[in-house]
DNA sequence: TTTTTTGCAAATACTTTGCATAACG
DNA sequence: CGTTATGCAAAGTATTTGCAAAAAA
């Protein structure tokens, strides 16, 4: 299995749509919080963490929250309108340094090493990567729901 | 570049030698206790927390705390000796999600993005994958010294 | 013996939760 | 109007730090 990714950003206004589409589907109102925080992330650059957008997000509603934030950011995740750099909160360590995978399971927390078979090469780090500095260390992550997670749902 | 890794794993001999070379070569003190954490991260296949390894190192040290465990941990991340999996510890977030790459910065935490080049491919999924679960995102992630940080050293 | 490291305790992030009020549909 | 979302305050985790005593070289 092989990703691409040549598309070009979409527009915000098919953004915004989506997200309200969404958002109907699973029975979450339109807030304009909720609104605030998906544009926040969705035209900012720099990855913010939850403090950065709500600085963002004040310059149009002075008085939002820190825990609207945080449970915004959650909701939007789990609608797959913008992914989490990294892991949750709580850090793990891996003593093994082969190059390999890891499939980290939103449901159960678990972490699967996965190793790629003889014939297949784990990594092709893409050119741009050395413009940016000196790689010391790759991990591929994966996310989803383990099988263990998928039977008892 | 590519990477393969169809090494067997080390004995945990070698990779203590190399553990007490790198710590003499940096100047720290070979203490049971972190000769302890080495061993059961080295060791483990879990992915342990902190506290898992605390709890683990405890069976030989009754009495080692939970601030050296991290020390240690952070120490021996610094070495090469072993990978966080994840991030540092604040959530940061990307509303991009075409697949692409994420050039951490251990120096000043800043997170580059990295898109592969129209002939490039992002990643090639392990067939391992399938077998562990549904994936929904995957997350490219590079941790090294970016080119800022490296004309300030 | 000198310097580093440890364990303790306390401080500091970061994130989550309970609840009354406000806002959406 | 009924229900969900918000803001506030407070609690809960995860991680880091200052310092005196203990341990390594």
Redesign the interface.
């Known amino acids: 299995?092989?990703?691409?990714?040549?598309?070009p950003?979409e527009e915000l206004s098919t953004?915004l749509a989506r997200f309200e589409a969404q958002c109907r589907e699973k029975g979450l109102r339109v807030t304009k919080q909720r609104r605030e925080i998906?544009c926040a992330?969705?035209?900012?650059?720099?990855?913010?963490?939850?403090e950065k957008?709500l600085v963002s997000v004040r310059k149009a509603l002075p008085n939002i929250s820190l825990d609207t934030v945080y449970r915004t950011?959650a909701s939007l995740?789990e609608m797959?309108?913008?992914?989490?750099?990294?892991?949750?909160?709580?850090?793990?360590?891996?003593?093994?340094?082969?190059?390999?995978?890891?499939?980290?399971?939103?449901e159960c927390g678990e972490?699967?090493?996965?190793?790629?078979?003889?014939d297949?090469?784990?990594?092709?780090?893409?050119?741009?990567?050395?413009?940016?500095?000196?790689?010391?260390?790759?991990?591929?992550?994966?996310?989803?729901?383990?099988?263990k997670?998928?039977k008892k749902q």
């Open positions: 299995m092989q990703l691409h990714s040549h598309e950003k953004r998906f992330v969705a035209q900012s650059c720099e990855h913010p963490s939850a957008v950011l995740e797959d309108l913008l992914m989490r750099v990294g892991l949750s909160s709580k850090a793990r360590f891996d003593g093994d340094l082969r190059p390999h995978c890891h499939f980290v399971c939103t972490v699967y090493d996965i190793f790629p078979q003889a297949e090469t784990a990594f092709t780090l893409p050119r741009g990567a050395r413009e940016t500095g000196g790689v010391r260390q790759v991990n591929l992550q994966l996310r989803g729901i383990c099988k997670c998928q």
